[in-house]
């Protein structure tokens, strides 16, 4: 059974810097695409990164291009979001997800999710 659990939420000032970390457990990470979602207070949620455990690739949403990466611990089977110069329109509820399947990740509905952390970013 696919679990993801998420962590690492709080509160961070404008331009500042938080790391999330997503704990991975029943399945490898080279066999799935793992991702970051992230729906902020009265909008849709948003996919904003994912990496493809197959070939690598990654995927960037526009917002958070040169300022958020993903990474992966194999040996703690864990995946974790760097955010940095955070700004109040990162403020939102942050997701994160895995799917056998690039396309379930990249059209928003992956079958495997973890519970949401919140971050909220103060001016």
Known sequence: EV??????????????S???SCAASGFNFEDY?????????????E???YLDGRTGGLTYADSVRGRFTIST???KHTVYLDMNNLNSEDTAVYF?????????LRTGVPRNWGQGTLVTVSS
């Open 18 to 20: 938080l790391r999330l």
């Open 47 to 49: 996919g904003i990164l």
């Open 96 to 104: 994160c997800a895995a799917d056998r399947l690039w396309s379930r």
């Open 33 to 45: 695409t793992i991702g970051w979602f992230r729906q902020a207070p009265g909008k849709e949620r």
């Open 73 to 75: 611990d194999t040996a």
């Open 3 to 16: 679990q993801l659990q998420a962590s690492g939420g709080g509160l961070v000032q404008n331009g500042g």
